[in-house]
């Protein structure tokens, strides 16, 4: 297998997880929600034992834990939850490099009548605090920026962010699907109100997610998605699927444990991987904070090379591009686009995300057949400049 470096994409489950969801799979097969016999209450006895262990990893009570699909549901759950609770007209404020998960729940509450600004970031795709404060309007409910941009990386001031919301009573959500597990974050010092996270991002299982909602006074007002059952105290109604829950539940606790020791491994690894890449070739331009920024992530713009061809030629490790390859006519990186890179230079864009099972070996790797490519392509516009 060629060496897997797109952890920001998805993680390979940890195998410590896939031991622990099994049983769920097998013999544990209960309902979680029939709590009438023993199949049932095993289940619910697992599921209760996971949202205690995701509630650790981010330092607030179980009860503030609600299971979704993953992060894309939890952020329509908070910006449409909490926006359709809110009176008609009100005011939400997020960033020009949130994931589409973000940017487009805002784009339909738009359409539905909600008032939505959409501020700029700087060149390391990071927004403006000052910026922040200036958009509040009386009529401001919630304010969403990423807690970790999936691209460049950038961490967002969350603390900063939050500060000025709770001084002005505008509830804040957070994406965290690339922070989770990846970076501290304790709700019980941090003023943050609403935080998504999903379990495929810190090698737990795809389909499970949660949103974390703070509890107390004054009350977060959400409307549910859907209606049914009314499971997960009424805001996220259908059957727990209690694999899944058990592998996010075991995924957190492994982060709990690993993650600090994990982020210095994995920034020596980029560190590594980053002089190996710059000291072959000249024209790398690092996209994102240079400090602030997730351990894992290395995101670069190539100069002269063609970025279609760049992707194509890298077949021998797995890696991202600066565009959205889902569709047939990629489309350049939002992200990039508004941190101020031209088309050329962001389709031109490598990310690279280091894990959990990443070798130096594999790293050393990458650099030297990257800077390879790169040196052919080039070589390849300038017969006769190769070098
Ligand atoms: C920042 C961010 N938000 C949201 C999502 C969507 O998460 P999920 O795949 O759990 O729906 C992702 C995953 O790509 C992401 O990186």
């Known amino acids: 297998m060629i060496p897997y470096l797109d952890h920001h994409a998805t993680t390979p489950l940890d195998p410590q997880v896939l031991e622990a969801m099994m049983p769920y799979f097998t ?48 952020n329509n759950l908070a910006i449409k939850g909490v926006m359709r609770a809110a009176p008609a007209g009100s005011h939400i404020i997020t960033t020009a490099a949130e994931h589409r998960a973000v940017l487009d729940p805002a784009k339909r509450l738009k359409r539905a009548g909600c008032e939505v600004t959409v501020l ?20 401001t409910v919630l304010v969403s920026v990423m807690a ?131 000291s072959r070739v000249g024209g790398l ?23 279609e061809a760049l992707m194509t030629s ?3 490790i797995a890696v991202s591009s600066g565009s959205a390859c889902t569709t047939a006519d990629p489309e350049p990186s939002h992200v990039l686009r508004a941190m101020g890179r031209s088309d050329r230079l962001t389709r031109a864009s490598l990310r690279l995300g280091i894990g959990r099972f990443n070798t130096q070996e594999e790293v050393d790797f990458a650099g030297s057949y990257v800077a390879a490519q790169i040196e052919r392509l080039r070589g390849m516009n300038h017969p006769g400049h190769s070098k």
Request: one cysteine or more; aromatic letters at 4%.
């Open 27 to 74: 013999t544990a097969f209960g309902n979680a929600a029939s709590i009438n016999h023993a199949y049932g209450r095993a289940a619910a006895e697992a599921v209760e034992t996971a949202r205690g262990q995701v509630a650790a990893l981010v330092g607030v009570e179980p009860r503030c834990v609600v299971f979704t699909s993953g992060a894309t549901e939890a």
């Open 120 to 139: 700029p970031v700087d060149v390391h795709g990071v927004v403006d605090v000052g910026r922040i404060a200036e958009a509040l309007t009386p009529r």
């Open 148 to 278: 970790a941009n999936n691209e460049v990386g950038s961490l967002s001031p969350l603390n900063e962010i939050g500060r000025v919301c709770r001084n002005r009573g505008v509830l804040f959500h957070t994406d965290a699907a690339q922070a989770l597990g990846r970076v501290p974050l304790d709700l019980s010092s941090m003023p943050i109100d609403l935080l998504s996270g999903s379990a495929h991002k810190l090698y737990g299982p795809k389909g499970i997610g949660c949103l974390i909602v703070r509890r107390g006074e004054p009350r977060i007002r959400i409307e549910p998605l859907f209606d049914g059952g009314g499971h997960e105290q009424h805001l996220r109604s259908g059957t727990l699927p209690v694999p899944l829950i058990v592998g996010f539940g075991c995924a957190c606790d492994i982060a709990t444990r690993e993650r600090d020791a994990e982020t210095v491994r994995l920034r020596e690894l980029r560190d590594r991987l980053w002089t190996g890449l710059t």
């Open 285 to 307: 331009l690092l996209n994102g904070h240079p400090t602030e920024r997730l351990a894992g992530n290395l995101n670069f713009s190539v100069e002269g090379v063609d970025g």
């Open 314 to 316: 890298l077949t021998e």
